[in-house]
């Protein structure tokens, strides 16, 4: 979660008459200090030696890569803190959360039911198992929303909640503002700042970009945190929240414990003045994330004050004759056990915020509710791809309701916070929304980052998807269309299916059943169609060739894998001119398919004779051509699987992009090839025509 910066407990602190002390002592002193990444190599020394610190140390490390938002090592070392210690409820809730972080719901939701077991009072066990099991309310937008990484202004670190301003974009990042900066131990990068970048119209877009970033202004930044913040309509008046060092006398901890607050400047005489510190700033609890609403007269707020809901609550304060009134919580229809943070507030009519609490995809989500005179309505969760299993949060919608931005730690991203660029457009009114989701078939995983193409028969148009961190695919098509989706991965047998949209139905929304993708085995055959040879001949017809070319591809598109290629005789004729036979069939097409571009290590050739007949028809047996044409066949069988590749190699579906276009003559003739029933085909799944080398 982003209680690295978020949740409002968040402080900045320093230790006093440090010492250092044994590995356990220097590692809890800064896990107390919330200096968890430089805590993560003290712990992680403990753990490797396996001693009687072990348990102690797997726990933190979890803990530490939790509040640093890593939650596949937070995943990793909280399993292994439940190898030696399956009596603390904490673990299998915090696990849980990781696992939930990472879109794996189904494990997820079996840790909820753990500590639910070993914690039955506490309602949060039951209430996120069920988020968990409910996962794909959370996956049908009210808009079609387009999600498009604004590069320009992203680091390795945390960049985060954009607002607009004066022909630009102002947001809040902890890259380095000025040269000496010194790091934040909590999370190892430097401290918050405001940034500026303009926004400018691009020649191959219809929205604007944000262009190279610089610090925003050197009257509001000091040297600890300042961010996010909120502007005035007229851009005169800044309300953004501070931490700032305390001095004075040491807590109990020995530490110093350091409350988020809100500062306001105005603009005057071309710059900003000395920030002024909000009336409800305190020691005793943090104040910070102001929104302020168009007309100036309401400013919004989060707070973790006594009274609230739940961890940090979001509030409000209404302009007076005297100033700003007293602060009101917003109630239980908004607020949550959970944090509810990032308060956005447009055209003063609709409260965009962040929760915990409420149900969703992951840690935290986005949502919205409607000011009525009455109160809120009840918030509507975002739904993907707004949403997504990681944290997402900080969003703003322009004033032409067609463009926003939105902050996520999602993966695939520049950094660790980045901002996303939004494209708002309504659904039409005959066209349905299309979605599924894409499973790996042994463990039922959900997987993301699959690549899914979908053919409309109609046009003979191809659409490229990907799938989300959730493993959906969605899309929008007309009323009526025929299509074929299929699903392919790098180092799985891809899955298809044919859909035909009744074009009387009025339904909006049409779910496929799940696309389950088997990882390739070792000995998986495929048999190769058409592969003839002339009488008693072993070399390459030009028929033939055609279809070992596919073989080329096949191994081009699949780096991983190793063949075996194997070529089989009918019983007539000997055995030993049979095996010989064979063997020379074999390696003719191997050499055909290495004078191809193929690397000679990943493809043997192997003659099987007629020893591995597919029926009855052995010497002495009488059978039809037709029959002793089954058993000359030429089969591909995966020998080997090397290791997977290092994160962020590039693979050969990378060349698709999402919401790519393309026609039929740009896949191979056979991709679609038994689509209403691929998992009972056993040809070789190929999707490209990569050129091949002569």
Request: overall charge negative; aromatic content about 12%; glycine content about 6%.
């Amino acid at each position: 979660m982003k209680t690295k910066y978020l949740v409002l407990l968040f402080v900045a602190v320093f230790a006093t008459g440090y010492q250092g002390f044994a590995q356990r002592a220097k590692a809890d002193r800064l896990f107390t200090a919330f200096n968890y990444s430089r805590a993560i190599p003290y712990y992680e020394k403990l753990a490797a030696k396996n001693n009687k610190h072990f348990a102690h140390a797997t726990e933190r490390l979890g803990d530490c890569n939790r509040l640093t938002g890593n939650f596949e090592d937070a995943a990793r070392w909280y399993n292994k803190a439940l190898e030696v210690n399956k009596t603390n409820p904490d673990l299998y809730y915090h696990y849980g959360q990781s696992l939930r972080s990472l879109g794996k719901y189904e494990e997820a939701a079996e840790q909820f039911s753990k500590y639910s077991s070993l914690k039955p009072d506490d309602p949060k066990g039951k209430l996120f198992e069920k988020y968990s099991r409910e996962v794909n309310k959370w996956t049908e937008p009210e808009y079609d929303y387009e999600l498009i990484n604004a590069e320009a202004i992203n680091t390795p670190f945390s960049d985060f909640s954009p607002v607009y301003g004066k022909d630009g974009v102002i947001f809040t990042s902890d890259r380095m503002a000025r040269a000496g900066a010194k790091r934040y131990g909590w999370t190892g990068a430097y401290f918050l700042d405001l940034f500026y970048a303009t926004l400018k119209k691009e020649e191959d877009k219809n929205f604007p970009v944000p262009g190279s970033p610089s610090l925003y202004s050197a009257s509001l930044s000091q040297p600890y945190h300042d961010g996010p913040a909120t502007f005035s309509k007229d851009f005169l008046t800044v309300y953004f929240t501070r931490v700032t060092r305390k001095t004075g006398e040491l807590d109990s901890t020995r530490y110093y414990t350091n409350r988020l607050k809100m500062y306001s400047s105005k603009f005057e005489d071309g710059k900003w003045g000395d920030p002024e510190p909000f009336y409800l700033n305190s020691e005793l609890y943090s104040v910070g994330h102001p929104a302020l609403s168009s007309d100036g007269k309401t400013l919004y707020f989060v707070s973790d004050m006594p009274g609230g809901q739940g961890g940090t609550d979001i509030y409000r304060v209404k302009l007076l004759d005297t100033g700003w009134g007293p602060a009101e919580n917003l109630g239980e229809i908004i607020n949550t056990f959970g944090d509810e943070m990032f308060p956005y507030f447009h055209k003063d009519s609709i409260l965009y915020f962040s929760s915990t609490g409420h149900p969703g995809l992951g840690s935290l989500d986005v949502f919205k509710s409607l000011k009525t005179e009455d109160g809120w309505t009840t918030p509507h969760n975002l739904k993907a791809p707004l949403n997504s299993p990681a944290d997402d949060f900080g969003i703003v919608i322009h004033s032409n309701e067609a463009e926003g931005m939105i902050s996520s730690n999602r993966p695939g991203g520049v950094g660790e916070d980045d901002i996303y660029l939004i494209t708002i457009s309504e659904r039409l009114p005959d066209s349905v929304l299309i979605s599924g989701f894409v499973k790996d078939k042994t463990t039922l995983e959900l997987m993301k980052n699959v690549t899914v193409f979908v053919l409309d028969q109609n046009t003979n148009e191809i659409t490229v998807l990907k799938t989300d961190d959730s493993g959906q695919y969605a899309i929008q098509v007309k009323r009526g269309s025929q299509l074929l989706v299929k699903a392919i991965k790098n180092g799985f047998y891809p899955d298809c299916l044919a859909l035909s949209l009744d074009m009387k139905s009025r339904s909006t929304e049409v779910k496929n059943r799940d696309l389950l993708l088997g990882k390739y085995k070792l000995d998986q055959i495929f048999a190769l169609e058409n592969i003839y040879y002339d009488f008693d001949k072993s070399n390459i017809r030009p028929d033939a060739a055609v279809e070992l070319d596919k073989v080329a591809i096949f191994l081009n598109e699949n780096p991983q894998i190793t063949v075996e290629l194997g070529s089989h005789t009918d019983s007539r004729g000997s055995f030993s001119y049979n095996d010989r036979l064979s063997e020379r069939r074999a390696a003719s097409a191997v050499e055909y398919i290495k004078s191809r571009g193929i690397n000679k290590d990943r493809i043997t050739s192997k003659g099987y004779g007629e020893y591995k007949l597919v029926n009855q028809c052995s010497d002495n047996v009488q059978c039809s051509e037709v029959e002793h044409q089954k058993n000359r066949r030429t089969e591909i069988k995966i020998s080997g699987l090397a290791e997977s590749e290092k994160q962020g190699t590039e693979e050969p579906l990378d060349d698709f992009k999402a919401s790519q276009k393309l026609e039929l003559k740009d896949l191979n003739e056979d991709f679609f090839k038994n689509c209403s029933d691929s998992e009972s085909s056993n040809y070789l799944p190929i999707y490209s025509k990569s050129p091949l080398k002569p």
